[in-house]
């Protein structure tokens, strides 16, 4: 499984009051939410973001609430995958329970710019800039959490075990 796309590129702890803010939970419509995935750090992000597009950010990514909705409106945006320093503990199992595929690798986030290409491949956990032509490793998923990404998330892993 593949994603390639641009870069859009945030600091250190980017916590999911700014991934999804608070003031718009007042609906479970995911489309509703995306409409204003980062508006409070970076208010073109859902106006220039393209299926497969990637999120690199610093350390501690998704820290704060546990609310699911911020991993959520990520993928509901589109963006195919979100490279980080480091995720806060709920962020990456929420991430995972709505098959957003996420990845550590701090060399990647400090050599990838925004506007940059990168593709990724998440059997291999290789990371590819394309603008700057380096490669970069990150820890794949082990394969029972890359079906479960590739499912769409857990329940509909669930759903395809069980033959439903």
């Not at 990456?92 to 986030?109: D, F, H, S, V, W």
Request: some cysteine.
């Amino acid at each position: 499984m593949n994603t390639q796309g641009t870069v859009f590129k945030y600091g250190d702890n980017v916590d999911t009051d700014v991934i999804i803010p608070a003031r718009y939970l007042n609906t479970s419509n995911a489309a509703e939410l995306a409409a204003h995935c980062m508006e409070d750090i970076d208010d073109e992000f859902v106006k220039k973001v393209k299926p497969g597009d990637i999120m690199v950010a610093g350390w501690n990514f998704g820290c704060g609430s546990s609310r699911e909705h911020a991993p959520l409106v990520i993928k509901t945006c589109g963006t195919g995958c979100v490279i980080a320093k480091s995720f806060a503990r709920i962020f990456y199992r929420n991430a995972i329970n709505i098959g957003l595929p996420i990845l550590e690798c701090p060399q990647a986030c400090d050599a990838i710019e925004a506007g940059d290409s990168v593709e990724v491949d998440f059997d291999s956990g290789e990371i590819r800039d394309l603008t700057i032509g380096r490669v970069f490793r990150s820890e794949p998923f082990p394969p029972f959490i890359q079906r479960i990404i590739k499912a769409g998330g857990l329940l509909n892993s669930i759903k395809e075990v069980s033959g439903e």
